[in-house]
């Protein structure tokens, strides 16, 4: 399709840099996906440049959601079912094989799920991944929701790491460094997977 980040939809995505700073991050033709992902500005920008800027498809987005979604969810031994389900029924909502009624109901289920697990004492960061996951991968907006996701899956991965680092040695920096080398991991992750999917749209 040719994505394309552009001053102008930069500025109307609601960029946080000014028209100087755009000026001279984005030729005047634009910036394909892959040239968006080499910028050098924070990859958390990158990312969000390219769920919010470029005029990707809501099916592309949702998608790209519910793969950060399952990539959380990887995080636990044994993600609820619940949580599971949401993120098939959002990927059947992005293949226009499931209707808002059926992405209302998962959603509905992936919330009583981590209800369930929050009244439990042992809950742990892939749960809370797990509620993350099914809640911004059934999120009706998709910009909204792919944005989300992968903050929300970053974020998860670098806490099971820093917890599992905590818990192999008692110290503050062991897990500090397991918490940011993760979250730099998923982030570059995300980072690919959604050029790439940009790109064979």
């Avoid at 031994?77 to 098939?88: F, G, H, L, T, Y």
């Amino acid at each position: 399709m040719g994505y394309l980040l552009t001053r102008e939809s930069a500025r109307e995505a609601g960029a946080c840099y000014d028209d100087k700073r755009l000026a001279t991050l984005i030729p005047v033709e634009g910036s394909s996906p892959r040239q968006v992902a080499e910028l050098e500005i924070p990859i958390d920008d990158r990312i969000w440049a390219l769920c919010n800027a470029v005029g990707a498809s809501d099916k592309t987005l949702r998608l790209f959601a519910v793969w950060c979604a399952r990539e959380a969810l990887k995080l636990g031994k044994e993600p609820d079912p619940r949580s599971v389900n949401a993120c098939d029924v959002a990927e059947a909502f992005a293949n226009g094989d499931a209707t808002q009624a059926d992405l209302d109901a998962a959603r509905a289920a992936a919330r009583d799920a981590t209800r369930d697990a929050a009244r439990d004492a042992t809950r742990d960061a892939a749960r809370d991944a797990a509620w993350d996951a099914a809640r911004y991968a059934t999120r009706y907006a998709a910009r909204a929701a792919a944005w989300d996701a992968a903050r929300a899956a970053a974020w998860a991965a670098a806490r099971a790491a820093a917890w599992a680092a905590a818990r192999a040695a008692a110290w503050y920096a062991a897990r500090d460094a397991a918490w940011a080398a993760a979250r730099a991991a998923a982030r570059d992750a995300q980072l690919s997977k959604i050029v790439e999917m940009l790109e064979q749209e």
